[in-house]
């Protein structure tokens, strides 16, 4: 069965604070996605990877970086933890013209 | 640029009811694909059914449907004989056929299903 793995389920920090949130997909695709997820507001990308090393901007990438070092794990990184980063992190991946599968989310609160 | 609303922030159906859920979509382009997923409350989203804007003929999965009026710009989910397991979010989802991977997301529907 095919699986995206994100490594925390529920995630608290603090206002500041570096901020890793894994991402690793055990069927070797190309693309791979971080978006959020805020009530009324749907989901957001954030960025994209379409190849290792490869990455892209969405449409909210302010406070917010990437790493995909290898093709199964894509990573999102929050430089300086803010408030108004608390929301729910949704990672995803596909094959070029394949149907999405996503991870379970990571619920991050920021205090 | 590419825009997907959902009207509808919530909608309610009798189990074994049918329900429409609506979807609207704004784009320039021609080929293109159209998704909805569901989200139950253990988060996991998954897809339920697929349109190509090529396939004139409706996208159909099991008890799911959809209505897809390309001039119209609509593209909106049926469920039949609704079941308990049904109550979700359910996104509405729009990707371009060429050019770029991105998948543009509806801001969502919660439904309820009631016993």
């Known amino acids: 069965d095919v699986k995206v793995t994100q490594s925390s389920r529920y995630l608290v920090k603090r206002t500041g604070e570096k901020v890793f949130l894994e991402c690793v997909q055990d069927?070797?695709?190309?693309?791979m996605f971080w978006y959020r997820q805020d009530p009324g507001l749907g989901l957001r990308l954030i960025y994209f990877?379409?190849?290792?090393?490869?990455?892209e901007k969405g449409d909210i990438p302010e406070g917010y970086s990437v790493s995909r070092e290898k093709k199964e794990r894509f990573s999102l990184i929050l430089e300086s933890a803010s408030t108004n980063q608390t929301s729910m992190y949704l990672c995803?991946?596909?094959?070029?013209?394949?149907?999405?599968?996503f991870g379970s989310g990571t619920q991050l609160s920021v205090l | 640029a590419q825009t997907v609303t959902q009207s509808q922030p919530e909608m309610s159906v009798q189990e074994a009811e049918t329900v429409t859920l609506s979807c609207t979509y704004d784009?320039?382009?021609?080929?293109?694909?159209l998704f909805w997923y569901k989200q139950p409350p253990s988060r996991q989203m998954i897809l339920v059914i697929r349109?190509?804007?090529?396939?004139?003929q409706n996208a159909t999965e099991n008890r799911f449907s959809v209505n897809f009026q390309k001039a119209a710009k609509s593209f909106s989910l049926k469920i039949s004989d609704s079941q308990l397991g049904d109550a979700a979010m359910y996104f509405c989802?729009?990707?371009?056929?060429?050019?770029?991977?991105?998948?543009?997301f509806g801001t969502g529907t919660r439904l309820k299903v009631l016993a």
């Open positions: 995803a991946s596909s094959l070029l013209d394949e149907k999405l599968f």
């Open positions: 069927m070797d695709h190309e693309n």
């Open positions: 990877s379409y190849d290792v090393k490869m990455k």
């Open positions: 784009t320039s382009e021609s080929d293109y694909y």
């Open positions: 349109q190509e804007a090529y396939k004139q």
């Open positions: 989802a729009y990707r371009s056929g060429s050019g770029t991977y991105k998948y543009i």
